[in-house]
């Protein structure tokens, strides 16, 4: 039974016969008793553990490796076989935005990862795609897949992105972007819009800071992927959050373009990315070797101690990072101490 509450043609509200309120903007309001009695679907996972239903964004510096990342994924689950080497996935529809590469350089890629098995032909790919419409595209192409829980991988968000209206902020601009692209999964129970952007050149300890841009993009995704990779290294750290996703860290190699976990599982994985961040090598000769002033005064040093010992103008910022890392403890103002343990961090350089 519908109850109407009244109120002139621009400001009138009613209550449906499910309890929910509504009002000519669309608004609608519940109660704890109609949440309370509502069953909602699991959350879904294009990747088990790594890529669930929703947007989300997968960032990582340039030449890092995400294109063959992402390339990985796809034909993953085009083909129904595995992801990272490791971990199961069930086929369904992949459309893959590759808009700055070729057809030539896609199949190049693709068959490298395919390992001489034909490309799957569920994946389907775009190579040029105007800002104006590609949403518009992406749209139309979900709304067909909608009942196989389809996976759209969009590589770059630069090449979509429209540009910023005319004195418009770049946060309301990045906001309303990002919540484009969110709309799109959100209108598709189960799929997934995964959009590959850059990390921020300046150094973070927060692996979402490092998210290129200001925090708009970031702040419409359901979840991110932050790729990260030493130069010249085959050894990447995947972290993964996001509003419905347990904030891990899986330890990664890459042998010719093909990305596989290092381990036997995401557990193996995530316990074998623990141990590469304890290792000394892990942060930079400078670092390491403030790291290890400190750990030899467990009574506490200060920067100026620090300066002065080891030839050095700035050991603030060396000793600020390692505090932010959980590599040294400070029991108070302007004085550093040593850590019996020493958690998960990230890289310092």
């Not at 509450?5 to 499910?18: A, H, V």
């Not at 109609?34 to 088990?48: K, M, R, S």
């Not at 063959?68 to 990272?84: K, S």
């Not at 995401?266 to 750990?295: C, F, M, Q």
Request: with cysteine; hydrophobic share 40%.
């Amino acid at each position: 039974m519908t109850t109407d509450f009244g109120g002139d043609d621009e400001n009138r509200t009613w209550r449906d016969e499910n309890g929910i309120i509504h009002d000519n903007n669309g608004s609608q309001i519940v109660d704890g008793a109609w949440l309370d009695a509502q069953t909602f679907p699991a959350l879904q996972w294009a990747i088990e553990g790594v890529v669930p239903e929703g947007f989300g964004l997968i960032v990582a510096p340039p030449k890092a490796g995400k294109s063959w990342m992402v390339a990985g994924f796809g034909l993953g689950c085009a083909g129904g076989g595995y992801a990272l080497g490791k971990i199961p996935v069930k086929q369904r529809p992949v459309l893959y935005l590759a808009l700055e590469d070729g057809h030539r350089r896609l199949q190049s890629r693709f068959r490298k990862l395919m390992e001489g098995r034909p490309i799957p032909a569920g994946i389907q790919v775009i190579i040029k795609a105007e800002p104006g419409t590609a949403m518009g595209q992406v749209a139309a192409w979900m709304d067909r897949n909608r009942d196989e829980a389809p996976l759209v991988m969009i590589d770059t968000l630069g090449r979509m992105k429209p540009p910023k209206a005319a004195g418009e902020e770049s946060y309301i601009s990045d906001y309303k972007f990002g919540s484009a692209l969110k709309g799109l999964a959100d209108d598709v129970p189960g799929s997934t819009v995964l959009v590959v952007h850059h990390t921020r050149k300046a150094e973070s300890t927060d692996f979402i800071d490092a998210v290129s841009g200001t925090q708009g993009i970031a702040g419409a995704a359901d979840f991110i992927l932050v790729l990260a990779r030493r130069r010249h290294s085959d050894e990447a750290v995947l972290s993964v959050t996001g509003r419905d996703v347990m904030e891990a860290e899986y330890a990664l190699v890459m042998n010719d373009g093909r990305w596989t976990l290092d381990g036997m599982d995401l557990v193996d994985a995530a316990a074998t990315a623990e141990k590469r961040r304890e290792k000394p090598e892990n942060i930079g000769d400078r670092s390491a070797e403030v790291l290890a002033y400190v750990e030899a005064h467990p009574a506490g040093v200060t920067p100026s101690e620090v300066d002065k010992a080891l030839g050095m103008t700035a050991s603030k910022v060396y000793l600020s990072r390692l505090f932010e890392a959980g590599r040294i403890e400070k029991p108070k103002r302007g004085t550093y101490t040593p850590v019996t343990s020493v958690p998960s961090v990230t890289d310092l350089e």
